[in-house]
């Protein structure tokens, strides 16, 4: 699937530092240690809706390792998918009376148009699972062979009981996991299961639904095991980053893990498990389901994209927070005053800002600590401060690098 175009990254002078993440799986802050080529997959969007503010602060998120990777000289091997085919695509294209093909692909589209417009870096393989249901199919042939699955009629279920480390990502305890199993797309009541946990691999069809051939009859994918499907066959087992919003640590991530755990013999899947934290809005998580969403589309209608960015920049990136409509004007002013100070003939000495702002990333992705860090270097050059005529240009190249922000 086409994915969009990449925005141009200035170069900066030196090298970057190793980054440190918050592994949720570690349950603390580590460094990633990525041979030459950095590995990263991160789960993307089911296309029934428009991208909203939480997509964007989560997909911003991942961009910014990708740009710190790349700044300490990694190649950098980014895969993504879209989720082109699922049971909330097909009720809303069935409420709105359009095709479901042509309702994901309208969606993927906005969305990729948001994340240029965004400057987000795009993934080297952007794979709808449509593309690769006969991939998925096979590994569930595999997971089978491991004696890892059982039908319930002709649906096909991973048993839970054949995953040694699950639980191993997110910590929950086992009541944890069924609240929020039930609560995202689960179905731990349905009868015939032999455990609560055990999680959907292949729906067989269903009168209405699209589906395609395999070895367990027509059917389609379920949702975890698309991801362990593409991230094997583009990454690889034992990867860099697996990552998500802070909604994904369970099911799909704890489930990801060990269906590739058990199909490969590897541990772990991925080497960290990575999450963004939500946004909310009037006091609720923004969700499609919900319906309190604050479209990227609309917002960069009326607003500078490099605005949306540096609000959402102004949080860090695990963290919970609300988005007000004030936001997006405080945001308007800093990138106004970046600008100005940005495009004197001459300012204070760049180099310091630009180790702080490397220090700040490195460090879990301290955005609002590089953002301060660009601030009172503006504000020193707008006051008169400085004679160095290359300053400006670095900084230029400080924003647009590692931070994404075009001045």
Not at 69 to 83: C, E, L, M, P
Not at 300 to 325: C, G, Q, S, V
Request: glycine share 10%.
């Amino acid at each position: 699937m086409r994915s969009w175009s990449a925005p141009n990254i200035s170069p900066l002078p030196g090298a970057g530092l190793p980054l440190r993440l918050y592994d949720t799986s570690a349950r603390g802050i580590r460094e990633t240690s990525p041979a030459p080529e950095a590995r990263m997959y991160v789960c993307g969007i089911t296309p029934y809706d428009a991208t909203h503010l939480g997509h964007a602060n989560t997909y911003l998120a991942f961009d910014l390792v990708n740009r710190v990777w790349r700044d300490a000289g990694h190649r950098v091997h980014f895969t993504q998918n879209a989720t082109d085919v699922d049971d909330p695509l097909l009720e809303r294209a069935e409420q709105t009376g359009i095709d479901w093909r042509d309702l994901a692909e309208r969606e993927i589209e906005l969305f990729r148009t948001d994340m240029e417009a965004l400057r987000v870096l795009p993934p080297d393989e952007y794979v709808g699972v449509t593309e690769v249901v006969a991939q998925v199919a096979e590994l569930i042939g595999r997971l089978k062979d491991k004696g890892a699955t059982y039908e319930i009629g002709r649906d096909v279920y991973f048993s839970v009981a054949a995953a040694p480390k699950f639980g191993a990502v997110s910590g929950y305890s086992e009541e944890q996991m069924l609240e929020l199993f039930a609560e995202r797309g689960g179905d731990p009541a349905r009868e015939g299961k032999r455990h609560p946990l055990d999680w959907l691999l292949w729906r067989a069809e269903r009168p209405g639904e699209p589906s395609w051939p395999s070895d367990f009859g027509p059917g389609r994918p379920g949702w975890h095991v698309e991801c362990t499907a593409i991230a094997l066959s583009c990454l690889g087992s034992g990867f860099d980053v697996s990552g998500g919003g802070s909604d994904l640590i369970f099911p799909h991530h704890e489930m990801g893990a060990s269906e590739g755990h058990v199909a490969t013999g590897e541990w772990p899947f991925a080497k960290a498990y990575v999450h963004a934290g939500m946004v909310a809005l009037d006091g609720e998580k923004m969700s499609k389901s919900r319906g309190n969403l604050v479209f990227v589309s609309r917002l960069r209608a009326e607003h500078d994209p490099m605005a949306i960015r540096l609000a959402l920049l102004a949080h860090h990136y695990r963290a919970d927070w609300e988005w007000t409509a004030g936001q997006i004007g405080s945001a308007s002013e800093r990138l106004a005053r970046w600008r100005s100070a940005a495009g004197l003939p001459a300012g204070p000495d760049a180099l310091p800002v630009l180790q702080q702002v490397r220090e700040r990333m490195a460090d879990d992705l301290d955005t609002p600590g590089a953002l301060a860090a660009v601030d009172a270097w503006a504000a020193r050059a707008a006051g008169g401060e400085g004679t160095d005529p290359g300053a400006p240009a670095l900084v230029r190249a400080i924003a647009d690098t590692l931070l994404g922000v075009a001045l």
